[in-house]
T-cell receptor
Framework: DAGVIQSPRHEVTEMGQEVTLRCKPI?????LFWYRQTMMRGLELLIY????????DSGMPEDRFSAKMPNASFSTLKIQPSEPRDSAVYFC???????????????FGQGTRLTVV | LAKTTQPISMDSYEGQEVNITCSHNNIATNDYITWYQQFPSQGPRFIIQ???TKVTNEVASLFIPADRKSSTLSLPRVSLSDTAVYYCLVGAREVGNTPLVFGKGTRLSVIA
């Protein structure tokens, strides 16, 4: 498997524009997580899905942020409108069901570096 | 979730053994200790997990004393490529039901 795939790797956009980040989890993984990383706040969990259903979105900073998972192989994180303080690296991760015996780790993508100017 | 405390940064020369200690005084009976490694411009990756005593794999060793209030990640004979941020996490053994919550981690710099 190619691992968790995120696109784009880099995104530069102007304040006020809509930004959509994409993630393809590892095939067969039931859980998908979205994280944001900044120097000031470190790695923050934004939202996670189980079997395509959002379980906890308490980490989503504002209503400007939304995430969807229309099927088991694709998820999006959308920011609308974007602001300079949204500049960060956004990571997507996936894992097996917690009920499966080998589920002891999450696999992260390479991240999307977002810059809002 | 048990709170963890680890040094912000450490420096080491190549070839030395590096020990990073993590404190987790409020660890619960069912909690496991897991370490992740993050290289620059990459996502974190799992290194090792343990519950008590000692665990060893091809990358590192994890030492956990009997009271489990701390743990030490040991990296034998580090090289420049071990320069990374190392995160100590305490929580459920399995991912998913209790998602990973990362602290600030320890930034390890390996010097030639």
């Amino acid at each position: 498997d190619a691992g968790v795939i995120q696109s784009p790797r880099h995104e530069v956009t102007e304040m006020g524009q809509e930004v959509t980040l994409r993630c393809k989890p590892i095939s067969g993984h039931d859980y998908l997580f979205w994280y944001r990383q900044t120097m000031m706040r470190g790695l923050e969990l934004l939202i996670y899905f189980n079997n395509n259903v959002p379980i906890d979105d308490s980490g989503m900073p504002e209503d400007r942020f939304s995430a969807k998972m229309p099927n088991a192989s694709f998820s999006t994180l959308k920011i609308q409108p974007s602001e300079p303080r949204d500049s960060a690296v956004y990571f997507c991760a996936s894992s097996l069901s917690w009920q499966q015996p080998m589920n002891t780790e999450a696999f992260f993508g390479q991240g999307t570096r977002l810059t809002v100017v | 979730l048990a709170k963890t405390t680890q040094p912000i940064s450490m420096d080491s020369y190549e070839g030395q053994e590096v020990n990073i200690t993590c404190s987790h005084n409020n660890i619960a009976t069912n909690d496991y200790i897991t370490w992740y490694q993050q290289f620059p411009s990459q996502g974190p990756r799992f290194i090792i997990q343990g519950y008590k005593t000692k665990v060893t794999n091809e990358v590192a060793s994890l030492f956990i004393p009997a009271d489990r209030k701390s743990s030490t990640l040991s990296l034998p004979r580090v090289s420049l490529s071990d320069t990374a941020v190392y995160y100590c996490l305490v929580g459920a053994r399995e991912v998913g039901n209790t998602p990973l919550v990362f602290g600030k981690g320890t930034r390890l710099s390996v010097i030639a």
